[in-house]
């Protein structure tokens, strides 16, 4: 299993990504009033991907760090590069655990 716990540039994390296998990737998006916990994340997120359902990006927007300037980008953005990201990682990954 792969995971990654997606943070803002403040290093506030915001949202986990999970890989079970080259197909079934999860997603859990933290609400922003409720306190982050990974293990939970992690939970949600393997639930979402045995089932193959993805929550809909919210409309927030996150700091990011460009290397010299800091940009805001819609949090929809972000996290479908990032599961992009773990699509490329978990092919690499998986590609002998069939």
Do not use: W
């Amino acid at each position: 299993m792969l995971v990654k716990h997606l943070r803002d540039d403040f290093k506030d994390p915001f949202a986990t990504i999970v890989a079970l296998d080259r197909d079934r990737i999860g997603l859990s998006i933290c609400c922003p009033r409720d306190h982050f916990n990974k293990k939970r994340g992690v939970e949600i997120a393997k639930g979402r991907a045995r089932y193959n359902c993805r929550p809909e990006s919210p409309n927030r927007y996150v700091f990011v760090d460009n290397g010299e300037v800091y940009s805001v980008e819609s949090m929809s953005e972000v996290i479908q590069r990032e599961i992009n990201i773990m699509k490329e990682r978990a092919q690499k990954y998986f590609k002998d655990k069939v």
